[in-house]
């Protein structure tokens, strides 16, 4: 058996890929990368699963009477395979039907997900490049991931950078800092993954080498996972959803004993003056003291104590994890911790002030010089773009306005829907109003390598390729390595890469030229690592052409000079490196903010009681923590897993007040849906809360509605975070739960 070796590149890092008669049959991570093992050893059977999608398919009810067919059967009758030519035809008819009959907001251009660690082939650049060539179609705003964050930092930092891709380096923190009080954890299982991929994970020793030094770390989170092995750590454990009130508290504190910062108050900020009436409660009649955060948070105030009297002095690092910002009012957690490291004084200094996902992604943190890892350019839009997370809500409420971030947006009537790349049944809150809003577009087409929950619900099905079928060139701005991905192994049965799909439908609808503008895949490659080349040469770094890459494999860009220190260019000279903020400033109080009106969203940080949180919770109900998987990416490699129902960490005493054992099955319910999982007891977990991934693809029984495989996002309340944000707000559910019996499992 002749057996050829060559790395790549994937989200959970690069590897080596052994390949023998057009099969991967191995994989591991690429020396010294430090990917997860596991992971990487799970390549082969996740890209020759038995769930490929092996060729087109239309659903039964929809190949007979097309449109007309109505969505009711979606998901539940046959799919009956065709050839690709009649697949193409039928979705380039649609495609024109819709145009004409009711415009291009009609087509809602669905694609959020992972799909692809390659900068060409990646999915939601694809489609939303080819549809806008098509004509136009409905867009999706920001991510699952930050969407709170992305709305609530431009008015307060003038951008997004802080949560997008800038962030203090760990080298910083372990060279200068004294004290990290992360918000929301440090989650060793998050670091496994980084977008588009990464040839170092340096998380892990970065931390090490921070204790080792002396740097001491306070983790706030429900659950004792959220702080990394060997890591000397005190951990306090508030209710989900009182962060706010801490950080607050933290900042009158600062006030009440003289430490606040007055003099960086005066220079960086503005509106400082409202946010401290608000503080001492002169606005409202409540002083945010840590006695009264500790009532809210349900913790001894003498934690909360010693907390403030370790960030009173020295260098303090403050992070916030970004799952703090999936929850009702999102926004606010993020504000109020740049607020405290304002009254602090540290931004912009080696080794303190904030930064954004430290417990959230590999790289964050990571030494990278920006701009070498290329990407795809768009093309202009003729539709609208609506807040990613509202997209069920928009399909089952054509015409409604609501109010997002100033404006006003109005809900397009989506007859279409094309997804490709990504799994919406994973990931969207309330999956069950989700499949009552699938079913009202007339036609929905799914674009995909695996017969996922959004590809079992499709009208048509066409099968794409994966990272390790095709030519492309992948790396994260947050990591110094740019790798050449080369194609593996040929497209596993009949499937296609997206790039040639759009091609296809594009002929057929006469946009070849706008989509492609007659360049091959090679030629693509070669425009996009153009500039690459352009911005090496500009900045005196040695870079190979392409064909160079393609021979090397990878390469590494040489770090910058300086280790990066988030907003250090702002505190040196605030006129010259004035913040794109109205004032010029980090702005406390907005008053754009404030101008829009918003009560679920006011002009400065403030403490807002989510709609679901233990407390204002029923005897029984617990706080549902749905975070990632652990060896997964997101509903990624489940499908190579051992299918049994997702784990359910939940604490001593609670699962001894349900009669739960460790192993045994127990379900979860609300008002929303009601869901299977595993028992995992967890010493030292808050009690009242439950903890849960969200990796599982979706299964709901048809006789009982009861999930099957554990996917707590049945749970969910599909709601903006505010009306500014309109981000998805999963972390604020409130659940129920009990024992299953055998017969009741079975």
């Known amino acids: 058996m002749t057996v050829t070796t060559g790395i790549s590149l994937c989200h959970w890092g690069a590897f080596e890929a052994d390949v023998s008669n057009g099969r991967l049959v191995a994989a591991r991570p690429l020396p010294g990368s430090g990917a997860d093992p596991d992971m990487i050893g799970a390549l082969p059977d996740w890209v020759h699963s038995p769930l490929r999608i092996d060729r087109p398919h239309v659903r039964r009810g929809w190949l007979a009477q097309g449109p007309e067919a109505g969505g009711a059967g979606r998901g539940r009758e046959e799919m009956v395979p065709v050839d690709w030519p009649t697949a193409l035809d039928l979705v380039a008819a649609e495609l024109s039907r819709v145009h004409a009959m009711h415009g291009p907001t009609a087509i809602f251009g669905g694609s959020y997900g992972w799909s692809s660690a390659g900068r060409l082939h990646h999915a939601r650049s694809q489609v939303r490049r080819f549809l806008a060539a098509a004509g136009g179609f409905t867009d999706q705003i920001s991510n699952y991931s930050w969407g709170a964050a992305h709305a609530i930092l431009p008015h307060v930092l003038g951008t997004a950078d802080a949560v997008s891709g800038a962030a203090t380096c760990w080298r910083s923190i372990a060279e200068d800092g004294d004290v990290v009080v992360a918000f929301g954890g440090l989650n060793p299982k998050n670091w496994r993954v980084s977008s588009g991929g990464a040839g170092e994970f340096h998380i892990p020793k970065a931390v090490a080498r921070a204790q080792a030094r002396g740097v001491k770390f306070f983790i706030l989170s429900p659950q004792p996972e959220d702080v990394p092995p060997g890591l000397d750590a005190v951990l306090i454990r508030p209710r989900p959803g009182s962060d706010t009130a801490i950080m607050l508290a933290l900042a009158q504190e600062a006030l009440a004993t003289g430490r606040a910062d007055m003099e960086f108050l005066e220079r960086y900020t503005t509106g400082a003056a409202p946010f401290i009436d608000y503080l001492r409660g002169a606005i409202d009649g409540q002083p945010k003291t840590l006695d009264w955060a500790a009532a809210l948070a349900d913790v001894p105030v003498a934690e909360l104590r010693n907390l403030w009297e370790a960030i009173a002095s020295g260098r303090v690092m403050l992070t916030a994890a970004w799952a703090l910002q999936r929850a009702d009012h999102g926004e606010q957690p993020f504000w109020a911790l740049i607020a405290l490291a304002a009254m602090l004084g540290q931004i912009g200094l080696p080794g ?109 099905v066409l099968p794409a390729t994966t990272t390790l079928e095709r030519d492309d060139i992948g790396g994260t701005s947050r990591d110094p390595h740019v790798f050449f991905m080369p194609r593996l192994i040929p497209p596993v049965h009949h499937s296609r890469n997206d790039i040639d799909i759009f091609r296809a439908l594009a002929d057929r609808l006469g946009c070849r030229e706008s989509y492609d503008e007659g360049l091959d895949d090679d030629g693509w490659l070669e425009r996009m690592w153009a500039g690459s080349l352009a911005k090496a040469a500009k900045e005196g770094v040695d870079l190979p052409d392409l064909a160079g890459l393609r021979d090397r494999g990878c390469v590494r860009i040489p770090l910058p000079e300086r280790p990066e220190v988030l907003l250090e260019d702002f505190r040196a000279d605030p006129e010259v490196h004035a913040l794109p903020t109205p004032s010029g400033r980090i702005e406390l109080t907005s008053a754009t903010v404030a101008g ?82 595993t028992a995992r007891i967890a010493p030292g977990q808050r009690p009242g809360v439950l903890v849960m991934p969200t990796g599982a693809w979706y299964a709901p029984d048809a006789e009982t509605g009861r999930e099957h495989n554990g996917n707590p996002n049945v749970l969910t309340g599909d709601r903006g975070t505010s009306r500014l944000g309109q981000a998805c707000a999963a972390l604020s559910a409130l659940v129920e739960a009990r024992a299953l019996t055998e017969d009741e499992d079975t």
């Open 352 to 460: 303190g002030g904030f930064s954004f996902g430290y417990g959230s992604m590999n790289a964050v943190g990571g030494e990278a010089r920006k701009g070498f890892v290329p990407s795809l350019p768009g093309l202009p839009n003729k539709g609208i773009a609506i807040p990613v997370a509202r997209f069920a809500d928009a399909f089952l409420n054509p015409g409604e306005t609501i109010a997002f971030n100033g404006r006003q947006v109005t809900y397009p009537d989506v007859r279409l829907v094309y997804w490709a790349g990504g799994n919406p049944f994973h990931h969207a809150q309330d999956l069950g109003r989700l499949e009552r809003a699938w079913a009202r577009p007339e036609t929905v087409i799914v674009q995909d390598p695996w017969w996922t929950a959004t590809a079992r619900r499709a009208d048509i």
């Open 596 to 677: 829009f009106g918003y009560d679920d969203c006011p002009g400065h940080p403030s403490w807002l009681p989510p709609h679901e949180w233990l407390g204002a919770a029923e005897a029984g109900q617990f706080h549902l923590v749905t975070n990632q998987p652990p060896k997964q990416l997101h509903s990624q490699l489940w499908q190579v897993k051992e299918q049994k129902p997702a784990t359910c960490r939940i604490a001593p005493e609670d699962a001894a007040r349900l009669g739960v054992a460790d192993g045994a099955p127990m379900e979860l319910f609300n008002a929303r849906g009601r869901c299977r999982a």
